[in-house]
């Protein structure tokens, strides 16, 4: 039996060495900003999802240096419900305007954790087609119906949703795609779920700490409330420049999930330093010097799209921090990336299965942490390694 498992590890290997799909880790040993030590080599960081800076920011570090332990010690229903988790829960749901949070380690988890235990057999899950891997895990988990529509297809969504559930039926969809930059029409998708009776679940990974007022996201851009949107999705691993995540919203939704998600029950509850430097980091969002990092970094991403265009870069329809520069094939997008980093610049190589096929490319992510001259050196080494490829 364990030789059956090792031949087919080995085979896939092969498979995937032949396709140049391994996939590596570099080692970071030091960060400066968006400068990071990698692999010995000092290189300038275009690819983290660190969008305001916030994971080196003095006053998140302080909040994290002064928590009382480091470690929960147990699950949230056990004793590892500290009075850090509670703080932070609250200034979720107040930031986020919405009637309740609960706290998951991470939003990977957290997304198969609420469509686990709101869905099942019977039930139809509606996606878009570009989601992030962890909703559609979670519809799978779940074992509803998963149908998922092509790519911000709101007429193809509506067809989806009407086309019969003898159960409930709930719309997902990213808020901001993670791979492509773009952002859902939330609208239009808020107007189709109330008319189907759908509940619509949004992923903010992307959106939360960045876009609307007070960086509430994408949902609040869109002028949306609990009402239309009844369950986000907020992680800490991006904007807020931490880890883990909240499920905020609904207080009948989120106390189900609190009674029944299992991937909330089964785990141990995020280390209270890490609860503590979110709530510095909501706090820091939701102040002026957060609205003027938001500022800076929208000038960053004008610098970047506007030069890019100029060069005749082939970008996708994004005006978030998510800049994707499409290249097709992942040797290209390999090569690229690898010529890239040879110039001090770190932008990383998305190859499928995390993009479909053929549409491999390099994800630039800007920051308010990267200065003009950052970026206009990015896109001189772009516009370099783009002309000696094609
Ligand atoms: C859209 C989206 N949802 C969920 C996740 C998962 O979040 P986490 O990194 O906290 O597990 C990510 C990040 O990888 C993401 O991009």
Same mark, same amino acid.
């Given at each position: 039996?364990?030789?059956?498992?090792?031949?087919?590890?080995?085979?896939?290997?092969?498979?995937?060495?032949?396709?140049?799909?391994?996939?590596?880790?570099?080692?970071?040993?030091?960060?400066?900003?968006?400068? +990071?030590?990698?692999?010995?080599?000092?290189?300038? &960081?275009? +690819?983290?999802?660190?969008?305001?800076?916030?994971?080196?920011? !003095?006053?998140?570090?302080?909040?994290?240096?002064?928590?009382?332990?480091?470690?929960?010690?147990?699950?949230?229903?056990? +004793?590892?419900?500290?009075?850090?988790?509670? *703080?932070?829960?609250?200034?979720?749901?107040?930031?986020?305007?919405?009637?309740?949070?609960?706290?998951?380690?991470?939003?990977?988890?957290? &997304?198969?954790?609420?469509?686990?235990?709101?869905?099942?057999?019977?039930?139809?899950?509606?996606?878009?087609?570009? &989601?992030?891997?962890?909703?559609?895990?979670?519809?799978?988990?779940?074992?509803?119906?998963?149908?998922?529509? !092509?790519?911000?297809?709101?007429?193809?969504?509506?067809?989806?949703?009407?086309?019969? *559930?003898?159960?409930?039926?709930?719309?997902?969809?990213?808020?901001?795609?993670?791979?492509?930059?773009?952002?859902?029409?939330?609208?239009?998708?808020?107007?189709?779920?109330?008319?189907?009776?759908?509940?619509?679940?949004?992923?903010?990974?992307?959106?939360?700490?960045?876009?609307?007022?007070? /960086?509430?996201?994408?949902?609040?851009?869109?002028?949306?409330?609990?009402?239309?949107?009844?369950?986000?999705?907020?992680?800490?691993?991006?904007?807020?420049?931490?880890?883990?995540?909240?499920?905020?919203?609904?207080?009948?939704?989120?106390?189900?999930?609190?009674?029944?998600?299992? /991937?909330?029950?089964?785990?141990? *509850?995020?280390?209270?330093?890490?609860?503590?430097?979110?709530?510095?980091?909501?706090?820091?969002?939701?102040?002026?010097?957060?609205?003027?990092?938001?500022?800076?970094?929208?000038? &960053?991403?004008?610098?970047?799209?506007?030069?890019? @265009?100029?060069?005749?870069?082939?970008?996708?329809?994004?005006?978030?921090?998510?800049?994707?520069?499409?290249?097709?094939?992942?040797?290209?997008?390999?090569?690229?990336?690898?010529? @890239?980093?040879?110039?001090?610049?770190?932008? *990383?190589?998305?190859?499928?299965?995390?993009? !479909?096929?053929?549409?491999?490319?390099?994800?630039?992510?800007?920051?308010?942490?990267?200065? !003009?001259?950052?970026?206009?050196?990015?896109?001189?080494? @772009?516009?370099?390694?783009?002309? +000696?490829?094609?």
């Amino acid at each position: 039996m364990q030789r059956l498992l090792k031949d087919r590890c080995a085979v896939s290997h092969a498979q995937r060495l032949a396709a140049q799909r391994i996939r590596t880790r570099k080692t970071v040993s030091q960060r400066q900003g968006v400068r +990071c030590e990698v692999d010995g080599r000092w290189l300038l &960081n275009f +690819c983290s999802n660190d969008y305001l800076g916030l994971s080196q920011h !003095p006053s998140v570090l302080a909040a994290f240096k002064e928590a009382a332990c480091t470690g929960s010690g147990a699950s949230h229903l056990v +004793c590892g419900h500290t009075a850090e988790h509670v *703080a932070l829960e609250a200034a979720l749901a107040r930031w986020q305007q919405t009637s309740r949070a609960q706290l998951f380690s991470s939003g990977y988890v957290a &997304n198969l954790a609420v469509l686990q235990a709101l869905l099942e057999k019977g039930d139809v899950c509606v996606q878009d087609k570009l &989601n992030h891997a962890s909703l559609i895990d979670g519809a799978r988990l779940a074992g509803c119906t998963l149908k998922r529509y !092509p790519h911000l297809d709101v007429e193809a969504a509506a067809r989806q949703l009407r086309s019969g *559930a003898e159960g409930a039926t709930l719309l997902a969809t990213d808020g901001v795609f993670s791979m492509d930059g773009d952002s859902a029409p939330l609208t239009a998708l808020a107007r189709l779920a109330r008319e189907q009776a759908a509940l619509l679940y949004v992923d903010d990974a992307h959106g939360a700490g960045v876009m609307g007022d007070a /960086g509430r996201g994408s949902i609040a851009a869109a002028g949306l409330t609990e009402q239309d949107v009844q369950l986000r999705l907020i992680t800490f691993g991006k904007a807020l420049g931490g880890a883990g995540a909240a499920v905020v919203g609904d207080a009948e939704l989120i106390e189900h999930l609190l009674q029944t998600a299992r /991937g909330g029950i089964y785990t141990t *509850a995020l280390p209270p330093t890490q609860a503590a430097a979110t709530q510095a980091a909501i706090a820091l969002i939701e102040s002026d010097a957060g609205a003027a990092l938001r500022v800076q970094l929208q000038a &960053n991403i004008t610098r970047f799209t506007t030069g890019a @265009l100029q060069l005749g870069l082939a970008l996708l329809p994004s005006t978030t921090a998510i800049q994707p520069v499409l290249v097709g094939s992942d040797e290209q997008a390999l090569a690229l990336s690898m010529a @890239l980093e040879q110039r001090g610049y770190w932008v *990383a190589a998305i190859r499928p299965p995390t993009v !479909p096929e053929g549409s491999a490319r390099l994800r630039v992510t800007l920051s308010a942490a990267h200065t !003009p001259a950052q970026i206009d050196g990015l896109l001189q080494a @772009l516009a370099e390694v783009h002309f +000696c490829a094609y």
